[in-house]
Nanobody
Framework: QVQLVESGGGLVQAGGSLRLSCAAS????????MGWFRQAPGKEREFVAA????????YYADVVKGRFTISSDSAKNTMYLQMNSLKPEDTAVYYC????????????????WGQGTQVTVSS
């Protein structure tokens, strides 16, 4: 079992930056593949980025590649999502997730979820 708590969301102007955090308790993050997903009003939850449990590989959705960076700090048992060059279309509730998914981009394959943090990007 692992519990996840996101923080760091907020309101930012287009072109700005935010760093989201996902603090884990209950089990070390290195046991899991960690993912960030987002959901905008009226839309399905979509994959943003993932960090594999083995090898530390990173994966990104095409729409955020080059702008977002996923990372983790094992000493703090915390995962991060650095978001730069934010656009209004990045506005959504961002969720962190943990699991052993066979498909890192499929939100249905993650076992544990945080409560979400709102990111709003104004134009």
């Amino acid at each position: 079992q692992v519990q996840l708590v996101e923080s760091g969301g907020g309101l930012v102007q287009a072109g700005g930056s935010l760093r989201l955090s996902c603090a884990a308790s209950g089990r070390t993050l290195s046991w899991y593949t960690m993912g960030w997903f987002r959901q905008a009003p009226g839309k399905e939850r979509e994959f943003v980025a993932a960090l594999s449990w083995s090898g530390g590989k990173t994966y990104y959705a095409d729409v955020v590649k080059g702008r977002f960076t996923i990372s983790s700090d094992s000493a703090k048992n915390t995962m991060y999502l650095q978001m730069n060059s934010l656009k209004p279309e990045d506005t959504a509730v961002y969720y962190c997730a943990a699991g052993r998914p066979t498909d890192y981009s499929d939100y249905g394959r993650y076992a544990y979820w945080g409560q979400g943090t709102q990111v709003t990007v104004s134009s």
